[in-house]
């Protein structure tokens, strides 16, 4: 009996300490986790700076860029900022716009995030030579010069005289059914407007019958080898042409130099009515060509050669800047909107001053469209000349 009485004894003392030691160990584990810091949900905080603009000559790709990198802040030690997008300052950045994206992580994982933008911008393309935007083409020790008799902005109430012929009856009178007439042409707003229109009653000339008005405005003055010309057009949007181009006149020239040269820099449509292939572009492409024919000796080559590219558009719907730089007697380089499109060697030797001319003409390949082709907006009918200008090089 004393034995069974100190066995009970004994397990209800092991019983009581265990249970002691039980919620004393709980305790101390509580005060442990007291101890402990709270759980961190406050998020870091970083700023970014405004928007970075830079300019750039119109000849440049990109530049290099500084500016302040953002560093994030935390309630406690340990954040971390980190650059997710971009290019860190001092790198080279490219023209057009860079986003640059940071981010800051704080020691328990929250983030924030801030951006900002570096925009290169090329300057507008110099008014002192060609409108060039990839490539400056200047040979080294030479310089664009203005030739001023080639050249004009059209700021004027009318048409400089000194400079341009607005039609010549005596001359070419234009091609059936389009014939040229003066009174479709006007200078206003800083354009040279040649606006197109159909005939109140037909015309007939020579044998041809006339139902519609164009333009046709040629230069006083020639240009020669080594001469860039371009204009800032924008076409018609109807069947009749909008161009730019050159022409020799074949009776000044004598001996194996009677004979047409032609330079085509831009001829176009506004209004495809005709269904050859060659033509399904032509109300959103620059197409050129060359011309070599009727020469006095059969020895002199004669032909043509032309190229095109697409202007990405409709050709009425804004204005291009067509060029083309007649660098030498055999090769010509043509340019769209500032830029290369590529280059043509003529079949005849390129050699002889040439007129320059604007004109609205229709095309025996695209014929008059049942409805008369004339039924839009003035505005419409009207090819603009923003400008045009001729360069040579000269000696610096």
Same mark, same amino acid.
């Given at each position: 009996m004393m034995k069974k009485r100190r066995l009970f004894k004994s397990i209800f003392i092991l019983l009581v300490s265990a249970s002691t030691c039980f919620t004393s160990c709980s305790k101390d584990e509580a005060n442990e986790e007291e101890k402990k810091d709270p759980v961190d949900i406050t998020d870091p905080t970083i700023t970014c700076e405004a928007d970075v603009t830079v300019n750039v000559d119109v000849f440049s790709s990109g530049t290099v860029v500084t500016y302040n990198t953002p560093v994030g802040t935390d309630n406690l030690a340990g954040a971390v900022t980190t650059q997710t997008e971009g290019k860190v300052s001092g790198a080279s950045f490219p023209t057009g716009t860079t986003k640059n994206t940071f981010e800051v992580k704080d020691a /328990?994982?929250?983030?924030?995030?801030?951006?900002?933008?570096?925009?290169?911008?090329?300057?507008?393309? !110099?008014e002192t030579m060609p409108y060039l935007v990839e490539v400056d083409i200047t040979p080294s020790g030479k310089e664009w010069a203005k030739v001023t008799d080639l050249s004009d902005e059209f700021d004027g109430a009318s048409l400089d005289a000194t400079k341009w012929q607005n039609t010549d009856a005596n001359r070419w009178i234009g091609r059936a059914p389009g014939i040229f007439k003066a *009174? /479709?042409?006007?200078v206003a707003d800083g354009d040279l407007k040649l606006t197109a229109y159909q005939l109140a009653a037909p015309e007939v000339v020579?044998?041809?019958?006339?139902?519609?008005?164009? !333009? *046709? #405005?040629y230069s006083k003055k020639i240009a020669k080898v080594g001469y860039y010309t371009e204009c800032r057009m924008k076409a018609n949007k109807?069947?009749?042409? !909008?161009?730019?181009?050159?022409? *020799?006149?074949? *009776? @000044?020239?004598?001996g194996c130099d009677r004979r047409v040269t032609e330079?085509? #820099?831009? @001829?176009?449509v506004g209004q495809v009515t005709g269904t050859s292939d060659f033509a399904q572009k032509f109300d959103e492409s620059i197409h050129s060509n060359t011309h070599s024919r009727q020469a006095d000796c059969p020895e002199t080559p004669t032909g043509s050669a032309g190229d095109d590219a697409p202007t990405d558009v409709k050709v009425w719907a804004d204005y291009h800047v067509y060029a083309a730089w007649w660098k030498s007697a055999d090769e010509i380089i043509f340019y769209l909107d500032g830029k290369r499109v590529y280059s043509i060697t003529p079949k005849g030797v390129f050699d002889l001053p040439m007129y320059l001319r604007m004109v609205v003409e229709t095309y025996n390949w695209n014929p008059v469209p049942a409805d008369g082709g004339m039924t839009g907006t003035e505005a419409e009918r009207t090819t603009y000349y923003d400008w045009v200008r001729t360069w040579e090089l000269k000696d610096k």
């Open positions: /328990t994982g929250n983030t924030a995030t801030c951006s900002f933008n570096v925009i290169v911008v090329k300057n507008a393309p !110099s *009174n /479709t042409v006007s020579n044998g041809n019958t006339f139902t519609h008005a164009g !333009s *046709n #405005i109807t069947f009749m042409s !909008s161009t730019f181009w050159l022409i *020799n006149n074949r *009776n @000044e020239g004598s330079l085509d #820099i831009q @001829e176009c």
